[in-house]
Each structure stands twice: as C-alpha cells, then as structure tokens.
C-alpha cells in the first residue's frame, strides 16, 4: 500500500522539525533509487540502426492479394477451383481475381493497388515483405500472434519488451503508448507485460476530447505542492525498501513519478495549435478533430519528438475493421482512411529528420484467401504481407514471393518470429539474448526460433 498524507499532516510535521530531520537522508534514498530506475535507457547488444518504433497494426487482415502483392494469374483463372482450408476442413473454392487494379509507383516500381494512392507516393521508402505467414488463421490467435509471438498462451507484447530491453528516453512520458480507440481481437492483452515488469506494459491514449483523463494538475500552490511531493516520495521509497520483493508496488511508486511528469509535458503533446495547417491538412486533420486516423498519426509523429520509445496505432474504427468476408469493396473505406494518414508519417518523419533512427512497422494480423464463392475473401495465415519503413530498412523493395495465387511462400519465408527477430535487431537487440526468467525458465520474444533479416538493411 502506497502511504499517502495531507498537506495538514505535512505542515504539522514541518513546523515540529520532523520532516527536516528526515529530509536529507530520505532525498538521498530517493536519489538512489532514481539512478537505479528501472525504465533508465539500457546499453543494447549491438549498435542500433533506429532508436524509435512505430508499429501501426490495421485490424482484421487486410487481403495481401488485393494491396501488396499483386497476382495476375488470379484473373486469368477466375473461377478455377483449387483445394482450399479453412479452420474446420478442406474443400475446393474457386479462385477469386482482385477487383483493384495494381500499378508501378515511384522510381523503384513497386506495385500498389489502387486502394493506396497515396502511400504509392512514399513506394521508395517501403519495404514491403510478400512472404510472412504465422500458424493460425483466427483473428483472436493470430492477433496476440503478431503482438507477442505467442499465439496460444498470452505473452509480455513487443513493445513491453521493448520498453524492458532498452528503457525509456524522456522519463516524463510513458516508454510504451498505445493509440486505440477501439479494442482489437485479444483485447488489451496485445499490449500487456504478462510475467515482466509491470512498468513496462503499454499505456493505452483513447482517441477524444480527453485522452488522457485528469490530467491536468489542479494544484494551486507549487512551492506546497513540491514540498508535499519530496515528503510523500520519501515515505513511499521507505515503504518500498522495507518490500524490496514486491515489484507490483516499486511499478505503481514509478507510475505516480511518470504521472507526475505527465502533467506537465502531456497538455503540451495533445495541443495542435504550433502545427501548421499545411501539416495538418497533410495529415487530413481538420479543426476539432480528436479522433480520426489521421490525428492519431500526428500524434504518433509528436510522440516520437518527445522520446517516447514505442508507439502503437491500432486502426480499428467505430464502422468496423478489415474483415471483409462479405464483399471486397469493404477494403476501400477502411484504406481510405489509413491511406493519407500513413504516407503523412512517413513524409513528416522524414522531411524531420526522424525517420532515419524511427523504424515504422505496418501489418495486420494475416491475409485473405486468393478463393471464395461469394465477392469476399475468408482469413488467410499461410501467405500475407507487410511494411516496414525507416529505421534502417531498405526502401523500394520487396522481400519473398507468392506462388502465382498468392497462397503460399516460395521465396524467402518470413515467420512472425523472423519479424519480431528483425524489428528488434534493428533496435539493437539480440532475439536470443534479450529473455525474462519466470517460473524456472527464460522466456523470450520469440520462443525458441527466428531468423534476421539481415538482406533488407541498408
């Protein structure tokens, strides 16, 4: 239990000298326990190529084969059937052609469906992976999949092993933020610590008048108010020292520091007023707006000046995600809305100087089969695609390939343990090296497997 004490008791310590005699000793506690705190920024394994994350996560599989990887010979045999899974059986489906058109953008020529004009703009600065595939092809699995290499039994996420391997860069904000306003599959658990830490788990920002509740300080006095601080941090380490064991109170003394700090930075993040309208007109933010896809991407970039370590996007709007069982034209207004937003971080990281040490991930949690019946596409774990930008990826690439339906890899498969092995390489972390003992064994990210992919470094 955190000790607490009105500012009553505080002065009646203060005029008897109580507080003055314990003052000196318990500072110098308080200033220990500071250099030892436990999101202090950590030496990496090796010499990182970004500093930042980024990890925008569309809900509910996009269709690799109507985005980023076009299949051509879809159209020719439309209508073919070809043995297909699904969760309960096999059966044969007929092929499905895409009902977008796919063209060459930028100097590298990569090509993007139409879904995507404007990150079509920005083709030179993607890396756009074609083969990656995870192992089961429910939203709830697959989902704490792409969140925590698990997809069975929920495991700390990536950005809470993140924030545990290489700590925080502004200690007035929290090392993991999470912009969701709408809960995805599996829930709050793809941005849990599960076993580590509990200062490490994602802080969730929802999208709205009030992101953050009570957050600005109605503290009138601050000459009282500091006073009364110093006071009460130096009981609670005196309560904390005596309950060295218990790490659920040192992260909720550390969650009151971090608090602190956000009542004085947080007000300053949230307010768009020093953003030009250029700036928001190229996010498509407009007066007012608090919610949309497009705020959430300016305030991404905004979190990334102010050294938060990882952001996360989770778009999954108010009229629902990118599970488009019934029709793919259900595709077009979930891009539409991710579209302009995504291609403005990245210009705006880039035109910053930012994006360079900012590595920005985005992908969903699996693809759509290249077969239906109807106009839809049922949920796809075996092929599906992915971006990445920044941070030390080569931009204007593709890795791995299809076969010529887009339902399998034959070159160069990436696992979701591959991913996660390559995002934290890039950040300076060594998959194998960065593990949690818990319960007699050492745990890490990406179980007992994952390859790096070194080829798409710069």
């Known amino acids: ?37 436990p999101l202090a920024p950590r030496a990496t394994h090796q010499t990182p190529k970004a500093k930042q994350l980024v990890f925008v996560f569309l809900t509910g599989g996009f269709s690799h084969v109507d985005t980023f990887d076009p299949k051509p010979q879809l159209a ?25 058109t796919f063209s060459r953008q930028g100097e590298s020529g990569i090509e993007i469906s139409e879904l995507f004009p404007y990150l079509g703009r920005v083709a030179d600065e993607l890396c756009v992976i074609r083969s990656l595939h995870t192992d089961i092809l429910e939203h709830f699995q697959s989902v704490l999949a792409m969140h925590t290499g698990s997809a069975t039994v929920p495991m700390p996420s990536l950005g809470s092993w993140l924030s545990y391997g290489l700590g925080t860069l502004n200690p007035n904000l929290p090392p993991y933020l999470v912009l969701c306003e ?15 830490p509990p200062e490490h ?45 218990d790490p659920n109170l040192r992260a909720r003394i550390n969650s009151f520091h971090t608090a602190r700090g956000m009542m004085r930075v947080a007000p300053e993040l949230f307010e768009l007023s020093e953003e030009t309208s250029r700036t928001l007109g190229q996010y498509g933010v407009k007066d007012g707006d608090r919610t949309s896809f497009g705020w959430q991407c300016l305030m991404a970039r905004r979190m990334i000046e102010r050294g938060v370590r990882v952001v996360e996007l989770i778009d999954s709007g108010a009229s629902g995600n990118w599970d488009s069982h019934g029709d793919m034209q259900a595709h077009r207004p979930m891009a539409a809305r991710a579209d302009q937003p ?102 890490r990210l990406t179980d007992v497997s994952g390859e790096v992919l070194h080829e798409i470094f710069t």
């Not at 000790?3 to 005699?21: H, K, M, Q, W, Y």
């Not at 709408?182 to 580590?196: C, E, I, K, N, T």
């Open 76 to 100: 020719v045999d439309h209508g073919k059937t070809v043995s297909a899974e699904d969760l309960r059986n096999i059966s044969t489906q007929p092929l499905l052609r895409s009902p977008f």
């Open 201 to 245: 788990q994602g802080t969730r920002i929802i999208p709205g008048d009030e992101p953050i509740p009570n957050l600005k300080s109605q503290t009138k006095s601050s000459t009282i108010a500091e006073l009364e601080r110093t006071l009460l941090q130096d009981v609670n380490e005196a309560h904390a020292a005596a309950r060295a064991g």
């Open 182 to 196: 709408h809960l995805p599959y599996a829930g709050s658990q793809v941005w849990d610590s599960s076993f580590l």
């Open 1 to 37: 239990m955190i000790i607490e004490s009105s500012r009553r008791d505080f002065l009646r310590c203060t005029a008897t000298g109580v507080a003055a005699g314990l003052l000196s000793e318990r500072l110098c506690v308080a200033a220990r326990a500071g250099l030892a705190h």
């Open 342 to 443: 995504l291609s403005a971080l990245i210009s705006d990281l880039r035109q910053r100087g930012l994006l360079d040490e900012t590595l920005v991930v985005i992908c969903t949690e699996f693809g759509r089969t290249p077969w239906d019946k109807g106009p839809g596409r049922n949920h796809w774990h075996r092929a599906f695609s992915s971006l990445l930008v920044g941070g030390g990826v080569k931009g204007g690439i593709t890795y791995g390939k299809t076969d010529e339906y887009g339902i399998l890899p034959v070159e160069n498969p990436v696992h979701v343990h591959d991913y996660h092995a390559t995002i934290l390489h890039l950040l300076g972390l060594d998959h194998t090296e960065l593990t949690y003992r818990y319960a007699g064994r050492d745990f």
